[in-house]
């Protein structure tokens, strides 16, 4: 069954700082993946997505992400956090004729 | 600049009411999904249709829920009668799917309607 695991429920970072959010997921073929970020009483809105090639995926607002078969991860990175990316961020998995499938979602902090 | 749209934004009802949220999806996206956020359970995956065919809705309690899309260019989510742990968010969102089986390209979602039951 398809499945995706977030281990941060919550993560605290400097303005400046780099970021890493973790994503595992668990498919049985290819997986078709993405990251979605949520702002407060906002809906989700897509960062990237992954669907074959380039294992490292550029994103919009300076994100970017890199797909690990062999560690089934897709983690999400930013080289240095505004403020305003404090928000809620979701991994997802879908594939073929298959819905999305998202983690739990880990919250951001960014400390000026 | 397309987006979904979702109506109404907010709403509280007593308990026992029939909600009814509603959703546009952006024109000319083939799939609509609805779900439901809380703290406590997350996302969670309530129904999914494709050119207006209910394809999934194993994640909707059936004796309350139901979801229909009318049209192509509505989509609606009823609870009747409506309970206070039906308290959440819900979220509409559209996309394309190519292909057969179908690859789901992406979810555009809509603001979502917080529904509170009191």
């Known amino acids: 069954a398809q499945s995706v695991t977030q281990p941060d429920i919550h993560i605290t970072v400097s303005e400046g700082a780099s970021l890493e959010l973790r994503c595992n997921y668990s498919?049985?073929?290819?997986?078709?993946l993405f990251w979605y970020v949520q702002s407060p009483g906002q809906g989700l809105q897509l960062l990237l997505k992954?669907?074959?090639?380039?294992?490292l995926v550029q994103g919009i607002k300076g994100f970017e992400a890199e797909f690990k078969r062999s560690q089934s991860s897709f983690n999400l990175r930013k080289p240095s956090v505004h403020w305003s990316d404090a928000a809620e961020y979701f991994c997802?998995?879908?594939?073929?004729?298959?819905?999305?499938?998202f983690g739990t979602g880990t919250s951001l902090t960014v400390i000026p | 600049d397309a987006r979904v749209t979702q109506t109404p934004r907010h709403k509280v009802t007593e308990m026992g009411q029939e909600v009814t949220m509603r959703c546009q999806p952006i024109?000319?996206?083939?799939?609509v999904f609805w779900y439901r956020q809380t703290m406590m359970q997350g996302l969670e995956l309530l129904a999914y249709?494709?050119?207006?065919?209910?394809?999934?809705d194993s994640g909707m309690p059936k004796d309350r829920f139901s979801a229909e899309m009318p049209d192509a260019t509505l989509a609606t989510l009823k609870i009747q009668p409506s309970e206070p742990r039906d308290s959440a968010v819900y979220f509409c969102?559209?996309?394309?799917?190519?292909?057969?089986?179908?690859?789901?390209?992406?979810?555009?979602f809509g603001q979502g309607t917080r529904l509170t039951v009191v």
């Open positions: 969102a559209s996309g394309w799917t190519t292909g057969a089986p179908g690859v789901n390209t992406e979810a555009f």
């Open positions: 498919y049985g073929a290819t997986p078709y």
């Open positions: 992954y669907f074959s090639g380039d294992t």
């Open positions: 997802a998995v879908g594939g073929a004729g298959n819905q999305f499938y």
């Open positions: 024109l000319g996206h083939n799939t």
């Open positions: 249709f494709r050119n207006r065919a209910p394809l999934d």
